[in-house]
């Protein structure tokens, strides 16, 4: 059990939520999106959201402004985050169109608020979950598409709610975090995705 637990955090962790958002949002699509725009976009996500932000972790590590990849210390986690921030800016402003792709952009856009809102929340000195932050968010993207597209997506929101809880265990497992800290990254994850479906439902 406490290696399914330790699983769970490298598996979903808050780096992959993007890509799982948007190859959900591939998979499902009814729309007609040629494989090789699919796999542009794709190779950017995984660039811009996976490998830039682990080379600037690893960079910031060595430069000792970060103890460790994991960011216990509340205080460790603004410079990465407000380098997150200019990523994901990066993603909203150079790889979905707005109109092209309404669902991925405003994705994106609730992405970045989260983002910020974590943000905001480290100048105040609270930690949030960034784990349950990342999963929460991709968690009510998918509930906004099964409605989107009247595509009955129940085995994908049991999974990814199955998937809440396992992060949850796994952050408290490790004492990574506590209760309100995984309540807070809960509904800083989940709310920004709930309010921009007011520009694309």
């Not at 950017?44 to 996976?50: G, K, M, R, S």
């Not at 993207?141 to 009247?150: E, N, P």
Request: hydrophobic share 60%; glycine share 4%; aromatic share 12%.
């Amino acid at each position: 059990m406490k290696h399914f637990l330790r699983i769970g955090a490298y598996l979903l962790h808050p780096l992959l939520m993007p890509l799982l958002g948007a190859l959900i949002y591939f998979v499902i699509t009814p729309r007609f999106i040629d494989s090789e725009i699919i796999r542009a976009k794709l190779f950017a996500i995984v660039i811009i959201t996976l490998v830039v932000p682990i080379v600037l972790f690893i960079l910031l590590k060595n430069m000792g402004w970060i103890s460790s990849l994991e960011l216990r210390d509340v205080k460790e986690r603004k410079i990465p985050l407000m380098l997150q921030c200019l990523l994901l800016l990066l993603i909203i402003k150079m790889v979905f169109d707005p109109y092209d792709s309404p669902e991925m952009y405003f994705f994106f856009v609730g992405v970045l608020f989260s983002t910020i809102s974590a943000l905001l929340l480290v100048i105040f000195k609270v930690k949030v979950s960034l784990h349950q932050m990342g999963i929460a968010g991709v968690t009510m993207f998918i509930i906004a598409l099964s409605v989107h597209f009247k595509v009955n997506m129940l085995v994908w929101i049991g999974l990814v709610a199955l998937a809440n809880g396992w992060v949850a265990s796994s952050r408290l497992h490790t004492n990574s975090h506590t209760y309100p800290e995984l309540i807070l990254g809960f509904f800083v994850g989940l709310i920004p995705q709930f309010l921009m479906l007011n520009f694309w439902l």
